[in-house]
């Protein structure tokens, strides 16, 4: 059983900076590969704001570069989003996503989903 538990989220001014965090836990987590973050504003869809390989590439929607930075420490399994600089449109619930490999080298690659944490940017 794999469980992705995100922590970090809550209520900032406009300006103001969050550090999110995405722990994979789970006795049959063998391997992971790219960890990214999601968003999703109300009536909006869901969009990937930023991911990170395995080995360290990243990549982001144009809207964050330059303020978010998404990085990872695979010691810990975790994945994380510092967020700076935030705007009243990246008010959004945040997920995290990554795509493990369980059991053993041969095992099957599930993507797993965290269960969201709320961001808000307002003064």
């Known amino acids: 059983q794999v469980q992705l538990v995100e922590s970090g989220g809550g209520l900032v001014q406009p300006g103001g900076s969050l550090r999110l965090s995405c722990a994979a836990s789970g006795m049959s987590i063998f391997s992971i590969y790219s960890m990214r973050w999601y968003r999703q504003a109300p009536g909006k869809q869901r969009e990937l704001v930023a991911a990170v390989t395995s080995g360290g590439s990243t990549n982001y929607v144009d809207s964050v570069k330059g303020r978010f930075t998404i990085s990872r420490d695979n010691a810990k399994n975790t994945v994380y989003l510092q967020m700076n600089n935030l705007k009243f449109e990246d008010t959004a619930v945040y997920y995290c996503?990554?795509?493990?490999?369980?059991?053993?080298?041969?095992?099957?690659?599930?993507?797993?989903w965290g269960q969201g944490t709320q961001v808000t940017a307002s003064s």
């Open positions: 996503n990554a795509d493990i490999r369980v059991r053993s080298s041969t095992g099957p690659v599930f993507g797993y």
